[in-house]
């Protein structure tokens, strides 16, 4: 079936660092792939997403490229902010019969120091 | 454009009663999602609603239905309530009519719900 792996954490960085957070998946087909972030107390918020092999997402400083060839969609950031502290998902989602289903990686807490 | 709202945010109840979860999708969305997130499980997909039909459905147990009215609003209920269904319960809007891959999800605050 399909499923996401996400590199666990918890992540710590001081301000300024660069940031990445492996994902990989498997599905069949051609998913779609999404980040989402979780700010502590609130819902989840699309960061960004990518819907064909190559396509790169990006947001607030936030770029992920979908790699068919790896099956992996790697979130990065240049420089990370105290505010970006947060838990991070990756997501797939394969439609057809699945539709409305988003498939998650377990998440990665993130917390930047300053 | 206001966003996914849930209600109520939070909710204690007792062991054996049963809860009503209500979500509001953005307008223009058709298809409203629910999900459980726990700190064990993370987040586990509930059922699907499009067009007042439950679409797509997880692997949970009959105790947790839900139904969508013609506005798209959609209610969750989950009856006979164990203590392992304590979790935060999210909601997810979208358009829905492509059925494709691409439909983005875009959520609710969630409703907290704690099972004594």
């Known amino acids: 079936g399909n499923s996401v792996t996400q590199m666990e954490g918890p992540v710590t960085l001081s301000e300024e660092a660069f940031l990445t957070i492996n994902c990989t998946y498997t599905a069949t087909g051609y998913p779609s792939l999404f980040w989402y972030v979780q700010y502590p107390g609130e819902g989840l918020q699309l960061l960004l997403k990518a819907t064909k092999a190559d396509d790169k997402g990006s947001n607030k400083g936030f770029e992920a490229t979908y790699r068919k060839e790896t099956t992996s969609f790697h979130l990065e950031k240049g420089s990370v902010q105290v505010s970006d502290s947060a838990v991070y998902f990756c997501?797939?989602?394969?439609?057809?019969?699945?539709?409305?289903?988003?498939?998650f990686g377990k998440g990665t807490k993130l917390s930047v120091k300053p | 454009k206001a966003g996914v709202t849930q209600t109520p945010r939070y909710l204690i109840k007792t062991r054996g009663q049963q809860v009503t979860l209500s979500c509001s999708p953005i307008s223009g969305h058709r298809s409203v999602s629910w999900y459980q997130q726990t700190p064990g499980q993370g987040l586990q997909f509930l059922f699907e609603?499009?067009?007042?039909?439950?679409?797509n459905k997880g692997n949970f147990p009959g105790r947790f239905s839900g139904r969508q009215f013609s506005n798209s609003r959609s209610e969750m209920n989950v009856s006979t309530l164990e203590l392992g269904d304590s979790a935060l319960y999210l909601c997810a809007s979208s358009l829905g009519s492509s059925g494709g891959s691409t439909d983005t999800q875009y959520f609710g605050p969630g409703t907290r719900l704690t099972v004594l």
């Open positions: 609603y499009f067009s007042e039909t439950q679409r």
């Open positions: 997501a797939l989602s394969s439609g057809g019969g699945s539709q409305g289903n988003l498939i």
